[in-house]
């Protein structure tokens, strides 16, 4: 049984992650897809509600689950029995901490692996940063996220 964990902060997600996250569910037996609580930042979106967000957009993906973890990912990972990470790539300049972080990961755990999967053209250009950006000074954010937070992102800029 191969089991992924694709981690992230997902405040908000975006469909570039929704896209990731339904090409990996693809791939693997199980996607576990895992918010990090990171009480270091100051968040748009609680834990809570972006794990609730990501449960309604990842609904029809049958083996797919939504969950939170803090600390290590690669020690939630093995308590997870996955032994992928799997996370979206887009510009070279996401390369060298990607490299980073995923050979961190495996430093830390040698049995897992990350997988790296290309982001689609079309979402090649978005982040949560620059939705929240664009959002904040009223410009159009359609089709850049799932449309069930829309409205909710410019409500939080108000
Ligand atoms: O969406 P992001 O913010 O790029 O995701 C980053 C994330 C959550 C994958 C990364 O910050 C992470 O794994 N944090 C958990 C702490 C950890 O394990 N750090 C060591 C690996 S470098």
């Known amino acids: 049984m191969k089991i992924a964990v694709c ?4 405040d908000p997600a ?3 992650h929704i896209d990731i996250i339904e090409r990996s569910a693809k791939l ?3 996607v576990i897809v ?3 609580n990171n009480p270091q930042k100051q968040p748009l979106f609680s834990v809570e509600e972006r794990v609730e967000i990501l449960k309604k957009a990842c609904n029809s993906m049958k083996n ?3 969950d939170s973890f803090s600390g290590l990912l690669t020690e939630y990972a093995k308590g997870k029995k996955a032994n992928v990470i799997v996370k979206g790539l887009r510009a070279v300049s996401d390369f060298e901490y990607e490299l980073q972080m995923a050979l961190m990961n495996k430093k830390l755990n040698p ?3 990350t997988v790296f999967i290309m982001t689609s053209s079309k979402y090649s250009y978005l982040s949560s940063n620059i939705v929240k ?22 409500k939080r800029f108000r």
């Open 111 to 113: 049995e897992i692996e």
């Open 64 to 66: 797919v689950e939504i």
């Open 133 to 154: 950006e664009v959002a904040k000074f009223g410009g159009c954010i359609r089709g850049l996220v799932p449309e069930i937070i829309e409205d909710e992102i410019y």
């Open 7 to 10: 981690p992230g902060s997902f």
């Open 34 to 36: 895992a918010v990090l």
């Open 28 to 30: 693997f037996d199980e």
């Open 14 to 16: 975006t469909n570039g």
